[in-house]
């Protein structure tokens, strides 16, 4: 059992989740901020930044056709950037200030209140945060989550439709399931739903809005008769590289401080993620006859969705087989479930998020039980959490789904969310933005 869970009689969901609850310190327990926590939490943002610019961008890069790539890289920066600002003119008031169970409140407005000397919560009574240092760390989420669903819409959206769906589907799905999850009085937060850094926050919830945007932006041209493979593999293992490095920051970070909890965040991205790397690379071996490349670092990347959930409760054994999970059921379903469902999801961002997500997020609910290794408390129930944790599944696949639905219609029927046929056979890197990515 955890030290965070010895000395604290908070609900489980609640020690095990980021969030920021405002609340003062206890009697008699003088707060401080170190500067060990403050150094730890800068450098855990800029990881997480490295994950989006360049770590998200080169693999989803590398993944599309050479007259797409550029196309890619600017969709990824520009929506990353206008959500960051969104997340400083209101996203981090909705997110993260106490309201209702769904939604948080204005009162932080444009940053207001948030000054120099204002202070966040940590897990521990006596251990605060600068403010502005959280709200950075936050931010870099938000960013990172709404970029990830180009990837499903990639060489056939319109780039004006997509700034518009992004705006949207930041305010109407990311923003309230993060205060579900992770805010103050949020509904899956008080049900005890367990999300360390994001499996339902982040990846379910892109996941879903990827899968809905495939069908609704449709297949692109070719698809199924012409080869539409990767123009660079080498780039995709680049940008996966960077994703795992990253990931330390986006996973340990959660933390919130820079303690043992940090500690077992980093050893289980670790683990878990070679886990599911071997794992897809000897499933794809056995049932396509070759291992790919390409399939080692989806692999590696459906291992870090896995564990993200998970990865601040569950014990190093168990991450393994979490990250073993994931990597074999997002092998099957970029292979299988792809197919079943009818979706040209160009990179795979449901197959490989969604599921790598959902797995996770369920699979936390085993393997935090201490008798198998996790932090849990001495009566945790495993059956009674796995149901907490698919229900949060489940309200996350409704609520991205029905808003994603929502927004790209909104987008479609003002802009258009599709290129033109002739733009499309051309390539979105000179009908979109006017250069290529590579000289001949």
């Not at 080169?58 to 206008?82: D, E, H």
């Not at 945060?129 to 180009?150: D, H, N, S």
């Not at 899956?188 to 926050?201: I, K, R």
């Amino acid at each position: 059992m955890s030290k965070l869970i010895r000395k604290s009689c908070l609900p489980a969901a609640l020690l095990l989740s980021p969030v920021l609850s405002f609340a003062q310190a206890a009697p008699g327990v003088e707060a401080a901020v170190h500067k060990g926590d403050v150094a730890w939490m800068m450098t855990a943002t800029l990881l997480v930044l490295f994950m989006a610019m360049p770590g998200l961008g080169l693999f989803y890069g590398g993944m599309v056709r050479a007259k797409n790539v550029l196309s890619v890289l600017m969709q990824v920066t520009i929506v990353f950037c206008l959500i960051a600002l969104l997340w400083a003119f209101y996203g981090y008031s909705v997110a993260f200030t106490e309201s209702t169970a769904y939604f948080g409140s204005l009162s932080k407005l444009f940053l207001s209140g948030v000054t120099i000397d204002s202070l966040a919560d940590t897990f521990s009574d006596d251990v605060k945060l600068p403010e502005f240092v959280f709200v950075a760390f936050q931010c870099t989420f938000a960013g990172l989550t709404t970029a990830l669903i180009v990837g499903s819409l990639a060489e056939r959206v319109r780039f004006s439709a997509l700034l518009v769906f992004s705006v949207l589907w930041f305010t109407f799905s990311y923003l309230p399931i993060a205060h579900m999850v992770w805010g103050p009085g949020g509904m899956l937060l008080e049900d005890g739903a367990l999300d360390f850094a994001g499996g339902t926050v982040v990846h379910i919830n892109a996941g879903v809005a990827g899968l809905v945007g495939a069908w609704m932006l449709g297949k692109r041209t070719g698809y199924g008769r012409d080869i539409l493979a990767p123009h660079s593999v080498p780039l995709t293992l680049v940008g996966a590289a960077m994703l795992w490095v990253g990931w330390f920051g986006f996973n340990a970070g959660s933390n919130l401080e820079a303690t043992s909890g940090a500690a077992l965040a980093l050893i289980n991205t670790l683990f878990a993620t070679a886990a599911a790397t071997v794992a897809w690379t000897f499933g794809e071996w056995l049932f396509k006859g070759k291992p790919s490349m390409l399939g080692a670092a989806s692999g590696a990347i459906a291992g870090l969705v896995a564990i993200t959930p998970a990865c601040g409760s569950v014990g190093v054994m168990g991450g393994i087989v979490i990250g073993a999970a994931g990597g074999l059921v997002c092998l099957w379903g970029v292979n299988g479930l792809k197919k079943m469902l009818g979706a040209d999801d160009s990179l795979d961002v449901f197959g490989v998020h969604g599921l790598g997500g959902i797995v996770g997020a369920i699979l936390t609910g085993v393997f935090t039980a201490p008798g198998l290794g996790g932090t849990g408390d001495a009566d945790f129930a495993i059956g009674s959490q796995v149901w907490i944790q698919t229900f949060g599944v489940l309200v996350t696949i409704v609520w991205s789904g029905v808003v994603s639905f929502i927004a790209f219609k909104i987008a479609d029927l003002v802009l258009g969310l599709r290129v033109s046929e002739e733009e499309e056979r051309e390539g979105l890197d000179i009908t979109a933005h006017g250069e290529t990515a590579y000289r001949r």
